[in-house]
Every structure is written in structure tokens, then in C-alpha cells.
């Protein structure tokens, strides 16, 4: 198979990749796999891609529906549920929902009776639906199908159906036609306001449009995107010049302000932030434009995916933005109250987010509609900050506690409680380290051959610097010989600082063992094996596996007989990796069982060079 090219990429030949049928069955799939996911939430409409909430439709007088073209999920069918939508209409990929299936859906909506809470338990009396509101992104095809729909259904009678149309979008000039802002991520607010009202039961359908139309009107919303949308069954693909980003992009991968080399994070935040305060917001005359935002605003801020960014990278926007927008010295000055992070109303594949402001007043209605429980399975409410507090709780970290290891004492462990010091501890150990140190330093290059054979090649330079610095340490005299266990920590540390990678941390892991067993007990031997033991438990390793594991066990199984009766275990069992044709842990577990015969693993050949060299040390 042929390998894609950058010229392919650059001229759009590509054909994309999905996990996709027939495409022209797609929506209809897609609605069949969501009613699997919430079989007691969700129907469908019969004869109509339109979705429906089993509770809101006896349950509720009031009835919310949206929708638009499908390629935006979780918008809008993920939005049913009490306290949001009653119902989603789904268009085709980007395509405006027919008024059939809107006026369909309208109907449903009003033939549904719902129970009263006070009757309820009785059961004796019931009322029907009272109103609709549609909520409508300003798009030409969802205005006109949403619109006629409306004429329709109003004009045969039953529970009135009103109109709320939402224009967040600030990359299209106010000057540029009659057409107006796009719809964008700042619906979902909408969706939530004007669901949480429905769901209440206190409010008309008209009291219920005045809050969302005002609500929509209050909202800015910018997108920016780093690679274009792949729609799903289309025949190629296309591609943003490399290197450059789209700022202004629309969720239909419409053509935004402008393109622009690729920036930062910050960079990029700092001027979305700049377009949607400049775009503003119509004053109460309708056509003054002042700034969105004034100095000390609480807001909501929607960090949006528009589909193939990682939540990492989301995380890192959020950050900036906030850190923009609260910071007293710039334009903005504002409190982010209630921060959303998340995939709200998406284009299918796009790498790019969008962001959506909402100013708040801290005694309006407004936030308790957002606050307000939701079961809707997409909407992800989030941490509220209070507006009584002049920072956010996260900005005061939680204080590390240190622990101060010194020669009279290790962790609260003082010197009188450890367990005596069997012989001339002080004068053995430091030959002993001086010895193992140096043959780590001196057999660098053998350690390094066979790495280069069997691993990744760094085995010999990680063990010769864990030499060097125990060889440094101990000429400053920085390793305290009073007692093992505080040794053996000393030791684990210099081995952190040093060694690195899975050999590093093994040893470590296995030093930190001995030092806790040495507390406990004067035996070298038993702490020995229990080092041994901490370093398969948590490496996962066993004797077999073609690691230093096939030295250290037979090691210290021996050592209860001498230290030189260890050496010779290890060295054995060092050798006999060399006749192992596979590995099931390191690096060699990636290499092929030919690579493998005949040279044995750098990793057990290095404990067994320490022990033979300390054997040695203590011998003479």
C-alpha cells in the first residue's frame, strides 16, 4: 500500500478514514448505537432522526427542542434529559433537518400529557403541554426549516411554539450582510437556561423565551483551528497550509478571519480573547457595539473541543485564557466563576477548540439555571468558584512535607533504636562501595556491547554513572556509615540522582528495601532478599525473564553462605542468560530470539561484576 505524502496532503488526495457503513445510513446508525448507550433515556422518533426524552415527555408542560445538522455530537441529541432538551431534530452530515421531521417533533411534544407534582401520588388529573420553544442556530437552512416549522405548528393550534435564535459567533464582521453570526458552542448555554426553566414548571413558554433570547444575545464565541474537518465519507481530505492555523473557522469548516502562522498557546488565546471583546455586544439602543466584557464581570467560559484536540492540550488553553482574562492589569480584569473544559458541540475530526463567554451578574437568575441539576448524559457541569472569595482555592498549593534524613536520626528513626552494627560495618562498607563503584566505572563498554546487542544501549553509561556518583559521594564523605539502614537510603539516593531509566529505579527500589529491612534486623542476608523480592514484585520480573533478576535471586539464595558463594551464584546465573532465547521483561522483550543467543543480559552481568568486585574488597 501506497504511503500518504506531503504533496498528497497539500493537494487533498487523500482519502480519509472513519468507522463508518454506507454514509447515507450513518445518522440512523448513529442514533441506533445512542439509544443502546441510555436505553431508559432516549426514543426515537418513528419515521423521523429525531431522538426524544422518555421523562420530559410525561413529565414536564414545556417542551425544548434543538437541532441542526449532524456532525457536532455530543450537540444535540447528548443534550436530552431533564433540565435541558426535550428532544433533538438530527439533520444530515451538516445538513439542516427538514420541517417534516421538526414539525414531527413538534407535535410529539404537544400530544404528550404530563403528570402534575401534586397529582402525582393521586394520579386523579393530568394537564398537556403548554408550550415549545425551539432553539435555533443562525444558520440560513436552520432558520428557514426551524422557522416554517414554527408557522406551521402554530398555525394548527394546541400549545404555542416560539423561536429563539442564537448568533454567538464573532469572527463574521456585523458589517458583512444580512446573514449575521453564526450559532456556535455557546448554544449549549442556551440549551441549559432555557431546559432548567421548562423543567421548573413556573414559567411560560414566553417568559422562558425573553431569559434565552437574552441569554444567546450576552454570549461571544470564537473558534480556531489547527487542521481542517474530515467529514466521514467524503473522498479526500484537505489540509491547512503546513505550519499556519485558521483563526475565525467555523464548526462546518467554513472560511474564518484569517489564516495565520501556527503560535503558542498563549499567543493564540490572547487573540481570540482580542476578537470577542472587540466584537462585543449590541447595546440596549440595538445598535451601539460596546465591549463584551467590563472590569470586575464574573463570567462562564466554555474551553470547547471542536473534536480532535486532546484534553492535554485543552487543559494548556484553558489555563492560558483564565490566567488572561483574571489578570488585573489587562483590558479584561474579570472573575471566571464557572469554567466548562470539554467536547460541548464539536466538527467531527477538527484540531481546534473555540472559546464562548457568558457575563454574569452575581444575583442573576441566570447562574442558578446553569448551576441547576441536569441529567443529560453530555452535559458535564462544573466546579463552581465563589464570588466571595477573592481567589481560586487551587491557587494555594498544598504544602509538601519534607522529610529530613541527618546521622542522628532517618524518617523519626534515631540511631539508639535501630538494631547494633555486627563488626566493623564503617571500614567494610566503604571498601565494599568503592569496590562495586569502580568496576561499574572500569566495565562501562562491556556493559554497553552487550546492550547494543540486546537493549536499547544505555545499560553501560546508566551504571557507570550511578559509580560516579557514589564514588563522589563517598569522597565527601556524604554516605553515613554509622549504621546500614542509613547507608543503604544514601545509597537509594544517589542512585535516584543518577542512574535513571527502569535500571535506576529498580535499584533504587531495591536499596530502599534493604534500608527499611535493616531497621528492623541486623541480617545483610535477609535484607538482601528482601531487596531482591521488592524488585520482582514490582518490576514483574522472575528468574527467566532475561533480566538482572537471573543474577540477584541465585545471589541471594547463596548469600547466607558467604558473600564470595553469592558472587559466584550471581555470576552464574548472569552467564546462563546468554543461552535464553527470549525475554519477557526490558528492553529485550522487543529483540528477535537469534539477536538474543550468546549474549547475556548487561543488566545481570553488572550485579554480578558488583558482588564479585565487593566479594574481592572484603577478602583482602
Same mark, same amino acid.
Given at each position: 500500500?501506497?504511503?500518504?505524502?506531503?504533496?498528497?496532503?497539500? &493537494?487533498?488526495?487523500?482519502?480519509?478514514?472513519?468507522?463508518? &457503513?454506507?454514509?447515507?445510513?450513518?445518522?440512523?446508525?448513529?442514533?441506533?448505537?445512542?439509544?443502546?448507550?441510555?436505553?431508559?433515556?432516549?426514543?426515537?422518533?418513528?419515521?423521523? &432522526?429525531?431522538v426524544l426524552s422518555s421523562s420530559n415527555l410525561a413529565e414536564q408542560s414545556i417542551h425544548v427542542l434543538s437541532g441542526g445538522g449532524?456532525?457536532?455530537?455530543?450537540?444535540?441529541?447528548?443534550?436530552?434529559?431533564?433540565?435541558?432538551?426535550?428532544?433533538?431534530?438530527?439533520?444530515?452530515?451538516?445538513?439542516?433537518?427538514?420541517?417534516?421531521?421538526?414539525l414531527a417533533a413538534i407535535r410529539a411534544c404537544k400530544a404528550s400529557t404530563s403528570t402534575s407534582a401534586s397529582s402525582k401520588q393521586s394520579h386523579e388529573h393530568a394537564f398537556k403541554c403548554q408550550g415549545i420553544l425551539l432553539i435555533v442556530k443562525n444558520y440560513t437552512g436552520d432558520r428557514l426549516n426551524f422557522g416554517m416549522a414554527c408557522e406551521l405548528a402554530n398555525n394548527e393550534g394546541g400549545a404555542p411554539t416560539r423561536m429563539v435564535v442564537v448568533a454567538d459567533d464573532c469572527a463574521v464582521p456585523r458589517t458583512k450582510g444580512i446573514t449575521g453570526a453564526r450559532g456556535v458552542?455557546?448554544?449549549?448555554?442556551?440549551?441549559?437556561?432555557?431546559?432548567?426553566?421548562?423543567?421548573?414548571g413556573t414559567h411560560t413558554v414566553d417568559e422562558i423565551q425573553r431569559v434565552a433570547q437574552s441569554v444567546a444575545n450576552r454570549i461571544g464565541s470564537l473558534g480556531v483551528a489547527l487542521e481542517k474537518v474530515t467529514i466521514p465519507g467524503s473522498t479526500t481530505a484537505s489540509f491547512l497550509q503546513a505550519g499556519f492555523m485558521e483563526m475565525g473557522m467555523g464548526i462546518h469548516g467554513e472560511s474564518g478571519m484569517r489564516q495565520a502562522p501556527m503560535a503558542s498557546s498563549r499567543a493564540i488565546a490572547s487573540e481570540m480573547l482580542e476578537a470577542i471583546q472587540s466584537y462585543g455586544t449590541l447595546g440596549e439602543d440595538g445598535v451601539t457595539v460596546k465591549p463584551l466584557l467590563k472590569k470586575g464581570d464574573h463570567v462562564a467560559l466554555l474551553v470547547n473541543n471542536l473534536g480532535g484536540t486532546s484534553n492535554f492540550e485543552l487543559s494548556i488553553l484553558a489555563r492560558d485564557v483564565v490566567t488572561q482574562l483574571q489578570d488585573t492589569s489587562s483590558k479584561y480584569g474579570v472573575k471566571v466563576s464557572r469554567l466548562y473544559v470539554g467536547s460541548y458541540m464539536t466538527s467531527f475530526n477538527m484540531h481546534g477548540a473555540s472559546l464562548s463567554i457568558l457575563p454574569l451578574r452575581i444575583d442573576d437568575e441566570i447562574t442558578s439555571y446553569l448551576d441547576a441539576p441536569c441529567t443529560a448524559p453530555a452535559w458535564v457541569s462544573c466546579d463552581v468558584v465563589s464570588t466571595t472569595t477573592p481567589t481560586r482555592p487551587t491557587v494555594e498549593e498544598i504544602p509538601e512535607v519534607v522529610v529530613h534524613d541527618t546521622t542522628e536520626g532517618m524518617a523519626g528513626v534515631t540511631l539508639d533504636s535501630l538494631p547494633p552494627v555486627i563488626g566493623n560495618f564503617a571500614a567494610m562498607a566503604t571498601d565494599a562501595i568503592r569496590a562495586a563503584a569502580q568496576v561499574l566505572i572500569d566495565n562501562e563498554p562491556l556493559l554497553t556491547k552487550y546492550d547494543d546487542i540486546v537493549g536499547d544501549g544505555d545499560c553501560g553509561l546508566t551504571m557507570k554513572r550511578g559509580g560516579v556518583e557514589l564514588l563522589a559521594r563517598l569522597d565527601a564523605g556524604a554516605l553515613p556509615m554509622e549504621h546500614p539502614s542509613l547507608l543503604f537510603t544514601s545509597v537509594a539516593d544517589a542512585v535516584s540522582a543518577s542512574m535513571g531509566g527502569t535500571s535506576g529505579i529498580l535499584l533504587e527500589l531495591f536499596f530502599r528495601k534493604v534500608s527499611s529491612a535493616t531497621k528492623l534486623s541486623s541480617s545483610l542476608t535477609d535484607a538482601f532478599d528482601q531487596g531482591v523480592k521488592a524488585v520482582s514484585l514490582y518490576g514483574g520480573a522472575t528468574v527467566g525473564s532475561r533480566t538482572m533478576l537471573d543474577a540477584m535471586v541465585p545471589a541471594a539464595a547463596a548469600a547466607s553462605s558467604s558473600l564470595r558463594a553469592a558472587a559466584d551464584a550471581a555470576k552464574a546465573g548472569a552467564d546462563g542468560t546468554a543461552t535464553m532465547e527470549s525475554a519477557s521483561a526490558g528492553r529485550s522483550n522487543y529483540v528477535r530470539g537469534d539477536v538474543l543467543m550468546g549474549t547475556p543480559d548487561p543488566g545481570a552481568i553488572a550485579v554480578a561484576l558488583v558482588l564479585d568486585a565487593m566479594a574481592k574488597s572484603l577478602s583482602s
Open positions: 500500500m501506497a504511503s500518504t505524502t506531503a504533496a498528497d496532503e497539500e &493537494n487533498g488526495s487523500v482519502k480519509p478514514k472513519s468507522f463508518l &457503513n454506507d454514509p447515507e445510513d450513518a445518522v440512523g446508525e448513529f442514533i441506533e448505537g445512542l439509544l443502546l448507550q441510555y436505553p431508559s433515556q432516549l426514543r426515537k422518533l418513528q419515521n423521523h &432522526n429525531v449532524s456532525g457536532h455530537e455530543p450537540a444535540h441529541a447528548g443534550y436530552i434529559g431533564t433540565g435541558m432538551l426535550s428532544g433533538a431534530i438530527l439533520g444530515g452530515i451538516f445538513a439542516s433537518p427538514s420541517v417534516a421531521s421538526i458552542a455557546g448554544t449549549v448555554w442556551v440549551h441549559k437556561v432555557a431546559g432548567t426553566m421548562a423543567a421548573s
